[in-house]
């Protein structure tokens, strides 16, 4: 889903979601923590801070790349 000691960001806008801490092999805050905050990880992509951008996008791609369920947002882990 993500490469290892690299930071979290937002596909879309690059805004930084979280911060890798290497020492202790985690992400500040933690995936688990981002997925509260409405951020959207799609496994083998990235991570999208919100819906909004996730549908961004896909509208600058020009064609739907994502999953959606039944109410229209990207998901690929169930909620917390
Ligand atoms: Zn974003």
Known sequence: MKKP??????AH???LLARAD?????HVPPP???LVSGAVPV???GWFCSQEC????EQAKGRRMF???ADGEVQY????
């Open 43 to 45: 496994p083998n992509f």
């Open 32 to 34: 688990e923590e981002l």
């Open 54 to 57: 996730a549908t961004r996008y």
């Open 22 to 26: 290497v020492d202790r092999d985690t």
């Open 67 to 69: 999953d959606r369920n």
């Open 77 to 80: 882990y169930p909620k917390p």
């Open 13 to 15: 806008c690059e805004k």
């Open 5 to 10: 000691f690299a930071d979290i960001v937002c």
